[in-house]
């Protein structure tokens, strides 16, 4: 099987009232901010918050009866999981699913609670494939791979056909791979209905498999990264010549510019993308020139990040932009000197969130201490009126943190 833009159609006639047709809508903010008419296609909107269940559906309704009845194991840092066990329970279809320790606790609970056995082991894929593979010989289980399966690659190619509905005219699709199961479908999909349409794809720096297994190198990855969801040691068979023939560009994005693109869509667009699903504009960000006046789809592939990851890349989104801020005041230690010091704060209109008061272990005359002081201010420009400001009220005052060298922003 050769998968063509009929077996795309056909799955999505398939799919057809069983999955959320997402929306793909403009950010006139992010077009403004990158140069670029920008749209979204919010795959994060799907009942288990990515693509996944498109082409795990479609695989799953071609099993056999007697495949059924045995049931299927799978292989997954999260959203493939959650595809399949979600619909293999719709389906009665008993499902395990192989998950790598490094794997999010809220993927791991999410995926258990959609009705499948999850079985956690390995510290990659490529271990937990190996896992899942054997276990599916031994107990003649059906695999369902992720990407390197054509009904699964049709399946998920079913997004292109959304994007480009009702005659949308996009210059270039920006699309995350991991496997390239996602990439394939949509690329054999745009090419078939607009050829001048540009494929281009996103891996996180960490993780180049396919740009390197494309260039014929050694592939060198590994780290930890917020796009788990695309971390790929092992670029697919099938996928790989798909997208050697119809993908203009791969682009590797930093975790910086990762973790910039899903502070920006939380606060922009005030919705989520796991890193993964933020990779698509962390791109555009990282390379202006390249995509400058045209128009952009950007594939929004999941949205399943963990809360306490994403508090973090929030909170450090605020650091980058000057939002918020760590001064080191020397103030004489004496009582008073504190509140005189919150005064002057307050009163140039800084918000005072922390403060640690220091007497012992800083490198200080012993009638002096040093107070460690986290400021929620305006941006850079505001910060610096608050160090003149308590330096014209007696205060030593520097600013311990500031907008990093080399930010993504």
């Not at 395990?96 to 056995?117: D, F, H, Q, S, Y």
């Not at 203009?248 to 899903?262: D, P």
Request: proline share 4%.
């Amino acid at each position: 099987m050769t998968v063509t833009l009929a077996d795309i159609e056909t799955a999505a006639a398939t799919l057809t009232g069983h999955l959320v047709d997402s929306p793909c809508v403009r950010s006139r903010t992010l077009s403004d901010i990158c140069g670029a008419d920008i749209w979204l296609k919010l795959e994060n909107l799907q009942y288990t918050g990515s693509f996944k269940e498109r082409g795990a559906l479609i695989r799953l309704l071609a099993l056999s009866e007697d495949e059924k009845r045995r049931g299927v194991i799978a292989m997954s840092a999260g959203n493939h999981a959650q595809g399949v066990a979600y619909h293999a329970t719709r389906l009665g279809i008993p499902a395990t699913i192989v998950m790598p320790a490094a794997t999010p606790m809220v993927k791991i609970r999410n995926t258990e609670l959609l009705g499948a056995n999850v079985v956690v082991r390995g510290d990659s894929l490529d271990e937990a494939y190996a896992l899942a593979r054997d276990t599916a010989r031994r107990d003649g289980l059906t695999l369902v791979h992720p990407y390197d399966d054509e009904r699964i690659i049709a399946g998920q190619g079913t997004v292109a056909l959304e994007v480009l509905r009702d005659g949308r005219d996009f210059d270039t699709i920006v699309v995350p791979i991991g496997g390239g199961g996602l990439i394939s479908g949509i690329a054999i999909a745009a090419k078939a209905l607009r050829p001048e349409t540009e494929i281009v794809g996103v891996q996180a720096a960490l993780y180049p498999s396919m740009l390197c297994g494309l260039q014929g190198r050694p592939v060198e990855s590994g780290g930890p990264t917020i796009a788990e969801g695309i971390a790929v040691k092992r670029p697919g068979t099938i996928t790989i010549e798909i997208i050697r023939r119809l993908v203009a560009e791969i682009l590797l994005v930093s975790e910086a510019h990762l973790e910039h693109a899903v502070q920006l869509i939380v606060e922009i667009e005030k919705t989520v993308a796991e890193g993964a699903g933020a990779a698509p504009l962390a791109a555009v960000l990282a390379n202006p020139a390249r995509f400058a006046g045209k128009r952009v789809c950007l594939i929004v592939s999941g949205g399943n990040i963990d809360a306490r990851l994403l508090a973090s890349v929030l909170m450090r989104g605020l650091v980058r932009a000057g939002r918020l801020m760590r001064l080191r005041v020397e103030v004489s230690d004496q009582p008073g000197s504190l509140a005189r010091i919150a005064a002057c704060i307050g009163g140039l209109g800084g918000n005072i969130l922390e403060v640690h008061h220091q007497r012992w272990f800083y490198d200080v005359p012993i009638k002096l201490a040093e107070v460690d002081i986290v400021v929620e201010t305006r941006d850079d420009d505001h910060l610096t009126r608050i160090v003149a400001g308590l330096g014209e009220a007696g205060f030593r005052a520097r600013a311990l943190s500031s907008r990093a060298e080399g930010d993504a922003s």
